[in-house]
């Protein structure tokens, strides 16, 4: 079993869709939960960082995670052709060598205007 | 503040080279972590340095090796290149302690 598990997609959608991305994981020691934003042949940007179970929100992007189902999760309300990406889900350690983030494959979101 | 940097951007080297990879750290960053992201796939951890050491490291061989010098930034050295060895190596950065890292654009490299 992989350690982290994503549908790599693709997904296409209207603008002004709501966009539901979702990954799980493996290994429960796990305790910070990225998400990143890859455009093409450009290195990946952090978009959202949490650390407890629950829901953050940061304008139309809002990251949850259930660690009791092992299920991180990324919303992006009224979505927009720039945000036409691969989204990462990374989770990650702590202390020493477990700051590694492990990520899973990446999902590829087209957003047609 | 001045993101992280990589050099070079493109890179096209032969089976059994050797390439030599380059990060420059963001502006107050001490630690930097590579990664090799093959096309289609989500990054793979390579190692991560720390002090001018390496601090831990992925599932890759000793092939891979790299350098942290006294101003954090890093190199990336690879051995006996491979054609699977072919995708796009990613540096970040962070200070220790923090938990979130930043990313360069990449380096691209295709073996032939």
């Known amino acids: 079993q992989k350690e982290v598990e994503q549908d790599p997609g693709p997904l296409s959608v209207p603008e002004g869709a709501i966009v539901s991305l979702n990954c799980t994981y493996s290994?429960?020691?796990?305790?910070?939960f990225m998400w990143y934003r890859q455009y093409s042949r450009k290195g990946p940007e952090l978009l959202m960082y949490t650390y407890s179970s629950g829901n953050k929100e940061d304008g139309r992007f809002t990251a949850q995670v259930d660690k009791s189902s092992k299920y991180i999760s990324l919303f992006i309300r009224d979505s927009q052709p720039s945000d036409s990406a691969t989204y990462l889900c990374?989770?990650?350690?702590?202390?020493?060598?477990?700051?590694?983030?492990?990520f899973g494959k990446g999902t590829l979101l087209t957003v047609n205007p | 503040e001045t993101g992280v940097t990589q050099s070079p951007t493109h890179l096209i080297k032969t089976r059994g080279q050797q390439v030599t990879l380059r990060c420059s750290s963001q502006s107050g960053h001490n630690t930097v972590s590579w990664y090799q992201q093959a096309l289609g796939q989500g990054p793979q951890f390579i190692f991560q340095?720390?002090?001018?050491?390496?601090?831990g490291r992925g599932n890759f061989p000793p092939r891979f090796s790299g350098l942290q010098f006294p101003n954090y930034s890093s190199e990336l050295n690879v051995n006996a290149l491979e054609l699977d060895d072919s995708a796009l190596y990613l540096c970040?950065?962070?200070?220790?302690?923090?938990?979130?890292?930043?990313f360069g654009p990449g380096t691209r490299l295709l073996v032939l």
């Open positions: 970040a950065s962070r200070n220790q302690g923090a938990e979130t890292q930043y």
């Open positions: 290994n429960s020691a796990f305790q910070y």
């Open positions: 340095y720390y002090r001018e050491e390496e601090n």
């Open positions: 990374a989770i990650q350690g702590s202390g020493g060598s477990n700051y590694k983030l492990t």
